[in-house]
């Protein structure tokens, strides 16, 4: 397959491998990872004698490829691939159909397994519930599938990990007991994010930052997630988890640790977890009687996104008409080290919003003194903004004078795209499938940093126990009730991407 090589092309190469996917006919295989691997090969990034072979009951060869060939006209249109280009990925397809509980089916697996080049390298995705993971880990270490004298063996699993503390633990013991820590590799796709790896570079290659990056020059930090999805026909697992868990739990907390965290000595997966962790740690546990005052937990109700009706939460199919599941959530952390004492990290996740918008707000202090106050215009703290997505890229805003005689004020926004072409901006999914081949966990949470997120989080939940009814919004609005005094005190309060 010959396509122009963007720079997204220039990771190191892969050793072939046999890729496992247990949950081959599953939404993810299809959304994500087999457009994903098609693009890795294509880039070079998939070494060409790599096996993909799909675990899955029920199925034939042919009726799982033709779902995938299907699956990648919907959800990645943007591959364009011609008959024999198919032929060339399909014929590295392979399906071993059994059920996961059975031990024949770990045995066929086995010899499903190839030999490449000299080595019997590994990698299992589990794209199945996260009940099943500890039953796939017992099941590769009975069939001696864990085994690394071959080759690699590595394991990943998406979240969520564990509902709580307890069931986290549960779930950390359950894998440590087939497998080493090190096999082990937790997606977070957001931390695959471009955007989101260059706010390490931009922090840890930029002298001008540094000075700036703490209690003395920041006033509050926004780490945000909006969504105009809703749930998407994820109610049975939605109605369980609700926006705290499924977001802010793993995704915006992750980022959060990455803008709070201490240079690390080197760029290596544990020198990083290891400085994560810290900020963790420091997160003070927000007690029972403050989680009203610093969280707000809404739902949404029906409305309008872009001009189209929308249906209210509790009227989408498999959610209870009494729900109380958040659909939108906000927290107000503060972290206790001499860095960050006192500034307001504020994460916050809704779906249903008016767009899709996530970003890093880094907001400075107001200017000490207004010299121009003569037009009653203040200047407004400067902010730096990390755009997530869509857009990703940076922008400072400043303060500027507006052109003519008087002295007047203007925003003024420095804008920073971070790619110059959309092509250079890689799916996450490459990035973390690509690094779990070549063995770098740096992108991947630890069962140590898991554990502490969920410290953080289980006072929230138990505070929230009993909650019978909750706040409603509309649909495709940015009306959310109490917002405005969770951002109390923080300069220029709730950032609202509305542009
Ligand atoms: C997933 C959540 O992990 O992330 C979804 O379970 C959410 O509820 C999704 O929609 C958001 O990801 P992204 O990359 O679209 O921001």
New binding site residues.
């Given amino acids: 397959m010959v396509e122009t090589v963007s720079r997204r092309c220039l990771g190191e190469p892969t050793e072939p491998a046999n890729i496992v996917i247990f949950g081959a006919g599953g939404d993810l295989t299809k959304r994500k990872l087999i457009p994903s691997l098609i693009k890795m090969l294509r880039c070079g990034l998939l070494h060409p004698k790599s096996r993909i072979i799909g675990v899955l009951k029920g199925r034939t060869e042919e009726t799982w490829l033709e779902s995938l060939y299907q699956g990648i006209r919907t959800y990645a249109p943007e591959i364009s691939m011609d008959k024999a280009q198919w032929q060339t990925f399909s014929g590295m397809c392979r399906i071993v159909s059994g059920d996961l509980k059975q031990d024949e089916t770990y045995v066929d697996l086995d010899a499903a397994l190839e030999m490449i080049d000299g080595h019997c390298h590994a990698m299992f995705y589990c794209a199945v519930p996260p009940n099943w993971y500890g039953m796939i880990a017992t099941g590769l270490k009975k069939m001696g599938l864990s085994d690394e004298t071959a080759g690699f063996r590595r394991v990943v699993i998406e979240?969520p990990f564990g509902m709580d503390l307890e069931s986290a633990k549960k779930l950390n013991r359950e894998l440590q007991t087939s497998l080493d820590e090190s096999q082990i590799y937790r997606i977070d796709?957001?931390l695959g994010?471009e955007s989101v790896q260059n706010l390490l570079v931009y922090r840890f290659s930029n002298s001008i930052l540094e000075p700036l990056w703490n209690r003395n020059f920041i006033d509050h930090i926004q780490i945000s997630?909006a969504?105009s999805?809703g749930?998407?026909y994820?109610a049975n697992?939605?109605e369980k988890?609700g926006a705290l868990r499924?977001?802010i739990q793993?995704?915006l907390m992750q980022v959060m640790t990455l803008v709070a965290m201490e240079p690390p000595v080197e760029f290596t997966a544990d020198a990083v977890r290891d400085e994560k962790i810290k900020v963790l740690r420091a997160v003070r546990p927000i007690e029972t009687e403050d989680v009203k005052k610093q969280t707000v937990a809404a739902q949404y109700g029906a409305g309008h996104i872009g001009g189209d009706p929308v249906k209210s939460y509790v009227a989408e199919e498999g959610v209870s008409p009494e729900s109380a599941t958040e659909t939108f959530v906000a927290a107000r952390f503060y972290i206790d080290n001499w860095r960050w004492q006192g500034v307001p990290f504020v994460l916050w996740t809704g779906?249903r919003l008016p767009r899709?918008v996530?970003e890093i707000v880094i907001r400075f202090r107001k200017p000490p003194f207004n010299l121009f106050d003569v037009q009653g215009n203040p200047p407004l703290a400067n902010a730096l903004v990390f755009r997530?997505?869509p857009d990703e890229g940076i922008a400072l805003r400043m303060n500027a004078k507006l052109p003519g005689l008087t002295t007047e004020l203007k925003r003024s926004v420095m804008r920073a795209p971070y790619a110059e072409d959309e092509g250079d901006i890689s799916d996450?999914y490459e990035v973390l499938l690509h690094d779990v081949l070549t063995g770098d966990a740096t992108l991947f949470s630890r069962a140590d940093e898991v554990e502490e997120s969920w410290k953080i989080i289980d006072p929230i939940l138990q505070a929230w126990e009993d909650k019978l009814s909750i706040n409603r919004y509309q649909a495709g609005s940015w009306e959310i009730e109490g917002m405005d005094e969770l951002l109390s005190g923080c300069e220029l309060g709730w950032h609202k991407p509305t542009y």
């Fill in positions: 979240k796709h957001y994010k997630a969504e999805i749930i998407e994820r697992y939605y988890s499924d977001m793993s995704h779906k899709r996530s997530v997505h996450a």
